[in-house]
């Protein structure tokens, strides 16, 4: 906006006037709130005890006794899309993600690439007068751009965020996370055994943030999208959290979803006469094995205390991160801040059953296509949530925490939707401690923020021209507890499964996601009245074919204005085909150089599944010790490094022990060319690969082993390749972590990968739906 300058200017400035009104930036109108919203990961309707669940949240209980709870709100059923829709208030398709970043395709509903035409809120307020900060999960860049030498303008502060501080992806370790300030990774400030936990760092920063902007500019309000990592695997927590919660899921899942039925009609959040969904209620052939939930029954009893511990962890890391946004809160009250800040309070995505049915401490195994071992669970359950293992609890847990609705994450039913919604504005709500049950969806959080702030969205940004935002204000709900829903029609897609809501009624396909069936157009369409069936329980299909259809019409008409086809439920083989994937040079050669920042690994060279070599460059004395090059972390990589006098390579397979290790006498003093060279001979059940794997000092093998190597991707935990150290959470217990390349030199490390370097790709498919 270009403001007149008032003043007078003159040859000599002693006869000129000053006029600063060009150059201020504008201010908020006055009285406007802070806003403060918090997004959960992977957390489902009857998880958190202010809807009826069992895990203690004190601070949303808090929250929600001096607001409102909304019953009836709604996300896509992913991450990386909802999360996209918070972003700038359209639906998840005009943003261009239709899923995670790293599932991208080339379609304008598919590339991860949000458009200009959809710019975003933070972008908004912030030119409106507020200060603007995001603290934790991104999983909105475009999977080509997570590099370094990646453009910024899809980061965060390119976003229209002032600052940022977090991490990069789906998940990430909470012990051992990859950091991004602003646009640079950074390693992690002080270590577990000093107390570290991602959720602390990230509250931590979030009120630095605040305090910064408050002690300069006092009466500037602030806008603070904070997204922790929980409840997202792995799941992490300290110990003191998780024994709190020791026994109270000894009952089994089928048992909590009766009784988180029972708490929630009492609550409000279910009306009376909803009825539970069967556990599994897909058609055969409609979902895979990997959703399936094994009855508690027929569990023996140490699967039944495995389970049950999965569960404990998982309410102890939901229950310590709101303890941290706890402090948050008890800030903004103490500085006379919280009566006029709007909190948003809420989860992205219905509860995850990515634990696949029978549990996991290596979330990699399921990323790799690898089945857990009972046996190795057992041997874990000590040591659950703690930085030894990856773990997720089984799809048993994912319905149950999803009660009483069908499915769970990923699926176009209430499962997959159906989220909690906390919203707290003393100053702005009367009401105190109600339910809501006006339908609503993520795309309406972006006009209720910009309503209470008295903003409007602007026609053109940057230059380009805005389309519409895809939702409405929920503010007239605030206050008026029985006004009708102004939501009208919500269409849901979601990796091929699909629903369509209109006024009370809801068409949904009977149709799974990664089924690889395609066929979209002889679905079984299902067909629910939503305003008396919450739950999805009985189909009107037939009942009511008429009705049907026209919903089914209205779905492909929204779905063509929205950029939603073509539709994808592709498999394993399908999806990777299409997934981003580095150029490999023409030499078929990647070179790296000590010095520099981590590299994603959907940018590093492929060494999954396929023949390659490594080779590196290194100026030897007698006291050279580190790591030459190092991807992946204890849950799944590979290192090459020097110690007491030796060279290893060391190939770690899921973290199953022992570490795959071939040692041999470090070099003499001097220029030598060392590394490793592993041959493709053969898969095994589980598509990981077989063959020999060989130590080289220059030209001479020094040692050479058969071993097994992944298919799927190393960073689940989201650690990148590292040249000349090992970031964060170490791929070998051999060293500490960092275990810097020392007393020497080392000038570059070549990755050679193989002709098949991007055919036999089986199971990576998992590995990016693993991050979601």
């Not at 040591?383 to 773990?391: A, D, M, Q, R």
């Not at 972590?737 to 070549?750: I, M």
């Amino acid at each position: 906006m270009t403001t007149t300058f008032k003043g007078k200017i003159s040859l000599d400035i002693r006869d000129s006037k000053p006029d600063w009104t060009p150059f201020r930036a504008r201010k908020a109108p006055e009285g406007a709130p802070n806003v403060l919203v918090i997004l959960y990961d992977d957390t489902g309707l009857a998880a958190w005890e202010p809807f009826g669940g069992r895990i203690e949240m004190p601070t949303l209980q808090r929250l929600a006794d001096r607001g409102l709870r909304y019953s009836q709100w709604h996300t896509t059923a992913l991450c990386s899309p909802t999360r996209s829709c918070f972003l700038t208030g359209r639906n998840h398709h005009q943003n261009g993600f239709a899923t995670i970043s790293e599932a991208a395709s080339g379609f304008p509903g598919y590339s991860s690439h949000i458009p200009p035409e959809c710019a975003s809120m933070a972008t908004v307020l912030r030119e409106a007068g507020w200060s603007t900060f995001w603290v934790g999960k991104n999983h909105n860049i475009p999977v080509d751009e997570w590099t370094m030498g990646s453009s910024k303008k899809r980061w965060p502060l390119g976003q229209g965020y002032d600052r940022y501080y977090g991490f990069v992806g789906g998940e990430t370790n909470n012990w051992y996370p990859d950091l991004v300030e602003d646009n640079h990774y950074i390693a992690q400030p002080y270590s577990p055994e000093e107390g570290y936990h991602l959720s602390r760092d990230l509250a931590d920063k979030a009120l630095e943030f605040i305090r910064d902007s408050k002690q300069t500019e006092p009466d500037k309000p602030w806008y603070l999208w904070f997204c922790p990592g929980a409840n997202h695997a792995p799941h992490h927590a300290p110990k003191a959290f998780i024994d709190k919660y020791r026994g109270k899921f000894d009952d089994g899942y089928e048992a909590y979803r009766e009784w988180a039925l029972t708490r929630m009609i009492k609550a409000g959040i279910l009306p009376k006469g909803t009825e539970l969904t069967p556990l599994n209620p897909m058609a055969e052939g409609s979902f895979t094995e990997a959703d399936a939930v094994r009855p508690w029954e027929t569990l023996s009893p140490d699967e039944k205390r495995l389970f049950s511990r999965m569960a404990e962890v998982y309410a102890a890391f939901s229950e310590y991160t709101d303890t941290e946004i706890g402090r948050i809160v008890d800030y903004l009250e103490e500085s006379g801040q919280l009566d006029n800040t709007l909190v948003i309070y809420c989860a992205d995505n219905g509860a995850s059953g990515e634990g696949s049915p029978n549990g996991s401490v290596n979330e990699g195994k399921f990323a790799n296509g690898y089945p857990d071992d009972i046996e190795q669970n057992l041997a874990m359950i000590d040591k659950l949530g703690s930085p030894e293992t990856y773990n997720h609890y089984p799809t048993g847990w994912a319905a149950a925490f999803s009660t009483p609705f069908r499915m769970f994450k990923r699926y176009s039913y209430q499962g997959g939707v159906a989220d909690p919604l906390v919203i707290s504005w003393p100053r702005g709500i009367k009401a105190r401690g109600e339910v809501r049950t006006q339908y609503h969806h993520c795309t309406d959080i972006v006009p209720t923020i910009l309503d209470c702030c008295g903003v409007s969205f602007p026609k053109v940004v940057d230059g380009y021209e805005q389309v519409p935002l895809s939702g409405v204000s929920m503010r007239y709900s605030f206050d008026q507890p029985h006004a009708p829903s102004r939501k009208e029609t919500q269409y849901y897609e979601m990796l091929g499964t699909r629903g369509i809501w209109h006024r009370g009624w809801k068409a949904v396909t009977e149709h799974g996601p990664f089924t690889d069936l395609g066929h979209f157009d002889k679905d079984r369409w299902q067909l629910f009245h939503t305003e008396v069936d919450r739950s999805e329980s009985r189909d009107l299909a037939e009942q009511y074919p008429d009705r049907l259809q026209k919903l089914v019409a209205l779905w492909m008409e929204e779905a063509k204005k929205f950029n939603v086809l073509p539709l994808s439920d592709l498999g394993v083989m399908g999806l990777l085909k299409m997934e981003f994937k580095p150029p490999v040079p023409p030499s078929g050669q990647f070179v790296y150089y000590p010095g520099t920042s981590e590299i994603p690994e959907h940018s590093a060279a492929n060494t999954h599944g396929v023949s390659f070599k490594v080779l590196a460059d290194v100026e030897f004395t007698p006291r050279t010790k580190g790591v030459i090059f190092a991807h992946g972390s204890r849950f799944g990589g590979h290192s090459l490094f020097v110690k007491n006098g030796k060279l290893f390579y060391t190939y770690n397979f899921l973290g199953i022990a022992p570490e795959q290790k071939l040692i041999g006498d470090a070099p003499k003093a001097g220029e030598h060319v060392v590394g490793v060279e592993f041959t493709k001979q053969r898969t095994g059940s589980y598509q990981e690969s077989y063959g020999p794997a060989r130590l080289y000092i220059d030209d001479k093998v020094v040692a050479e082993s058969e071993i097994r190597t992944m298919t799927g991707h190393f960073a689940i935990t989201g650690e990148g390749l590292c040249i000349g150290y090992d970031s964060g959470d170490v791929v070998s217990g051999e060293y500490e972590p960092g275990f810097d390349f020392s007393d020497g030199t080392l000038s570059r490390v070549v990755f050679d990968v193989g002709d098949d370097a991007y055919v036999d790709v089986e199971a990576h498919l998992a590995a990016a739906i693993a991050r979601d």
